[in-house]
């Protein structure tokens, strides 16, 4: 079985995919974390991403579908994926159904975690705030780039509702109810 989590930054995709991931035994592919691990390997990638990720901005869709591209070709992908974070353009879309059908795979679900939208920016703050009283905060948690973060979500990600709506395989839980009531809502969909 392969998903998308698909929401705004603030969802809660991260804490649902980790959960999913472990529940089904499926890898949770998150783009977000291999970018960030390729800055801490002082990778190539990491060196031509970190700015673009520090100043809230999108990564090129070519560079991020090659990487989702390579893990997928790893065993463990196999079994199923959960992907949260990819896609986040409609060309990153349109990619993902191409490169599935390369690999004789199928897009199972999307599964949109829909949260209000005056809550998101309060969300973001109150996760990096936690974030920086832990010592892990991100180079991407200060206010402007929160800002920009939600400004990208609005421009290029959410055209990808009417996308996946007009296939047939979006489904959405309300993001504004606890952590466990997001994760039964989305065991009922699973089945
Ligand atoms: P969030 O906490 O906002 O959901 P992520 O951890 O998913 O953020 O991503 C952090 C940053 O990494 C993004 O702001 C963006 O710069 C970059 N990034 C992650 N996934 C993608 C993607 N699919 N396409 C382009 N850039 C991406």
């Given amino acids: 079985m392969n998903i998308v989590l698909f929401g705004a930054p603030g969802a809660g995709k991260g804490a649902q995919a980790e959960r999913i991931s472990s529940m089904y035994g499926m890898v949770h ?46 065993g463990d992908c ?40 005056d809550a998101l920016f309060a969300r973001i703050e109150k996760r990096a705030l936690e974030r920086r009283r832990t010592g892990t905060a991100r180079s991407d948690d200060n206010a402007d780039t929160l800002r920009k973060r939600l400004a990208v979500y609005h421009e290029n990600t959410a055209p990808l509702l009417p996308y996946y709506l007009e296939k047939g395989v979006l489904r959405s839980v309300d993001g504004m109810r606890s952590i466990e009531d997001v994760a039964t809502q989305i065991d009922n969909l699973l089945g």
């Fill in 29 to 74: 592919l998150s783009t977000g974390e291999m970018l960030r691990s390729a800055i801490t390997s002082g990778s190539d990638l990491g060196a031509s991403a970190k700015e673009t990720i520090d100043q809230g901005n999108l990564v090129p869709d070519d560079v991020i579908v090659k990487i989702v591209d390579a893990r997928m070709d790893e």
């Fill in 78 to 117: 196999g079994e199923g994926v959960i992907l949260d974070g990819f896609p986040r353009t409609v060309a990153q879309a349109k990619a993902l159904d191409d490169m599935l059908a390369g690999k004789g795979l199928a897009l199972d679900h999307v599964i949109e975690i829909k949260v209000d939208e």
